[in-house]
């Protein structure tokens, strides 16, 4: 471990709680704003943001930074935390972490003299998040689905990082796991774990299946496929906004489809906040390595 | 598939839901009695609880037959459906499975002159049901813990049928698994599998556990064990009443703790459906071997 | 662990030399007879079998103590050792461990009259060699197959202990796992880990295996049997003499069939001698309960 | 499937022997040339390589295509078979697979001019030849360890392809699983399907592995790091020449080291064979979609 300075940790939801207990067990100061309504182990200071900045050597905006693009997101704070043009000015020589940096910069174009360092766009961040949205997406399977995930035949939309984690996850439960992909390497891979692969463009060709895992962020489950292949099925659609799933089509067919989104922090916000820390930290060892 | 009669589905819940339609997909005559708020396929006729006797060459009373030792458990049903001495007598000569068979003979005593075949007590239906007790034991853990199982470490209290399946489950899940049991042979079986073994009357001496999963049918889980082990944790209980679990001390330690019954039924009453057809299969293929 | 006295091993293989050094890592003092052709640490003493038995509390003999019926089972001695009536009567009041008593009555009658823990009857003993043995078949059937583990078809027959083991090491490997068994609880507890459960006797009615274990310790695998579902297949047959293969129809059939036996001394010698130093702790464990 | 021309197969071992089933099993007529001492179903035709050559539409060069720079490499061939600037000339035309087509322009210059497609450099060759080389490596590791593999500690050196399958395995084998990696990315890999994370630089720095695998090709266990970490240990070296391991200090040290080098050919022909028809599919899909 790096011997750090001082971390300060502006909002943010229980991701952002978890981040700050790991921070404290690893033996860090840090000073919080906008957490009124939390609770910290001793070695965690609520302070005015003003506080937070001059104390800090290392700053953390949550997962988005700001969702009114005025203030801070901060769910277990008591009041609204402005950001604007004084506070950017005073995160000048600051290390600044946050998770999708443009939202920032909405609140005052100050932030955009700022070094910000995006812990959201790390690859590393984006493969650890897998597990918790592919567990995610087994507790919604689980909760909508009449039968075991054992012995359930599933197929999964799309292998990357989502699909390769959710086939883990459900071969480990026993599942019958179909994947679909659209390259010859990726339909290898699909094969060398001997799950059943297909070519994306031929699922609405394929039937049966109990549970359908969407992972592709276009329209791949139009009306034409829905009807084709999934009228005995549920899907859960985990591709980002406007997803890979005609719902309108779903609900006219009466399958039952839901679009989950942003569930590592809703479903395992402490896994979450374990993610952003060591992200921060690879993130710091890095720049370490480099100066 | 040996060429069987028609059956007889006298009331029950989803689990009796799944049963009808998969006797009906396996070319089945189907008779219900006590389902006028469900819908069935065409080869289901639904009819009062004396034409479906008089026509069915086996009935199934469901899990249990009954909740108030008067009438037929049927959530599904519009009307109270009374379970008497004539009724009883109407079935002499009829193949009779039933869950919990003690149950029907509280509502009249002509119940003990009748063959009943008690599915609920054969071994293979405890076996398959584990399989929906287990995921049902990981459903209620991936809502309550707030981090993924992935990588959480859990205790198994007990290495029955439920504790091999919930054993087999979580390390799927790629959780860290700990199984207590008392027996050596046992402990070889848990080893056997690369678990970490340990005696149950030495869980008391170990901690660090995010999810304990009970499935011993006794106090295992007093206040001194869970001071010692579990301030951390979050207890599941699966074993049946009064459990193994001591709920006040818990709740006094403020340790999340959750007493989790008949979960097949609950859960995954598709799958407990299947359960019980396949076991009502097997008894009709030994009773046609011994004739 | 419990204190221990002295430990005097009689003879065996490489088994018995890695249960000699597990003792004397856990701290025991060690004295060995028939090992002059192997090397042990400082805490073990070579001596005489005289020597041995005098200094010994616990005296332990090989699986098996003679191979023909008079001296000891000791490939790594220089000499033949005798066992007698002599050696049988320096062995009273010690407690004796032996992997098939039985062989050592036929070096002397006095054996009858001594107090003889037998640790290959043991269950746990049983258990855990599952392992070894399934890993064993693994070995073989890698060697002898011309394709990948992963992506074959394998028929394991048979669902005891070596079945059980066996079907978890393949599902490992990702190979497409069929079980036979003959009891409706063997076939819900196959069907429970989904794999594909068939009859034992309707083995003869499938085909395409590119891989058949046998377990069972009878002729399930008669000429008509092979004929029909082994054509091209490997058979690895665990059963124990005569097996469960017709050998000679199989040969004359060109289906190549190995019986392979006593695999976990052959395999995985550590891990047997780890295997009997447990079991032994356990029933010494017991034996102190009991007093 | 494309409707397909006649392939013409110039050479190989068992794993072109197996390639030439596969593509009779497709339904394709195939020539063959250098298998005098093979035997084939009906539907292939051994001929001369001029006749070969002219009858196909498809040429298909082994791995390697030489070992001599002068002869094609055709173990089951009874005579040498020259490639030279005439047979060069006859493929022009012909679409042309090969493993490692360098090795062809030894033989000839001609070569050059030619389409030659090599199947050995496309990524889902190498994903797909990933298992037989981590089944290979078990293979050997369960030959030379004298314990299970379930239980023990397993250290692998890099997480590329091979690692990546290598880990899969031995998880599935239930053995404790520690893989090293260098970047970010791979390192939350790792952890995110819950083995141990170790960073390459620090393999020094640890110790008590049973076996190591090394898949790094440049030498990360030189004197120093064999001496402190590998003290007890099996070495299986999987990186092509020269290698990951000083094995001159490995012995000296006494320490068993292997160099397994192209495992698929040698312990899975027929998977290897099946891979490289697949890859030659995908190939000509491409080829023809972009036609």
């Known amino acids: 471990m790096l011997n750090l300075g001082t971390f300060g940790i502006l909002g943010g939801d229980r991701r952002q709680i978890s981040l700050i207990e790991g921070l404290a067990q690893d033996g860090l100061n840090v000073y919080v704003t906008g957490f009124e309504n939390a609770n ?19 700053i ?32 000048s020589n600051k290390k600044i972490f946050c998770g999708i940096s443009r939202s920032l910069t909405k609140t005052s174009k100050n932030f955009k003299k700022l070094q910000i360092f995006d812990y959201a766009k790390r690859e590393e ?29 599933c197929l999964i939309a799309g292998f990357g990082r989502v699909g390769k984690a959710l086939s883990m996850v459900l071969w480990g439960m026993r599942a019958n796991v179909v994947v679909s992909a659209r390259k010859p390497e990726d339909i290898a891979h699909i094969k060398s774990q001997n799950y059943t692969a297909i070519l994306t463009s031929e ?13 592709i962020p276009h329209v791949i489950f139009d009306a034409h496929t829905l009807a084709k292949c999934a009228q005995n099925s549920i899907i859960i659609d985990l591709a980002s906004y406007p997803g890979g799933v005609d719902f309108e089509a779903a609900s006219r067919l009466k399958i039952k489809s839901i679009h989950a989104l942003s569930l590592p922090g809703k479903i395992a916000p402490k896994t979450a906040g374990a993610i952003i820390k060591s992200t921060i930290y690879d993130i710091i060892n890095e720049e370490a390595i480099n100066e």
Do not use: C, H, Q, W
Not at 203 to 215: A, L, Q, S, V
């Open 40 to 58: 910290f182990s001793d070695s965690v200071t609520k302070a005015s943001i003003e506080e937070t900045i001059e104390n800090s050597k290392y």
């Open 60 to 91: 953390v905006f949550p997962l988005p930074a700001t969702k009114d693009s005025s203030t801070l997101y901060a769910p277990f704070s008591k009041n609204k935390i402005f950001l604007d043009d004084k506070i950017a000015n005073n995160l």
């Open 125 to 153: 961040f984006a493969i650890r998040n897998a597990i918790p949205t592919a567990e995610g997406a087994l507790e919604i399977a689980m909760r909508e689905y009449l039968g075991t995930i054992n012995g359930s035949r």
């Open 203 to 215: 699922i609405k060709k394929t039937t049966g299946y109990d549970i359908i895992f969407n992972t």
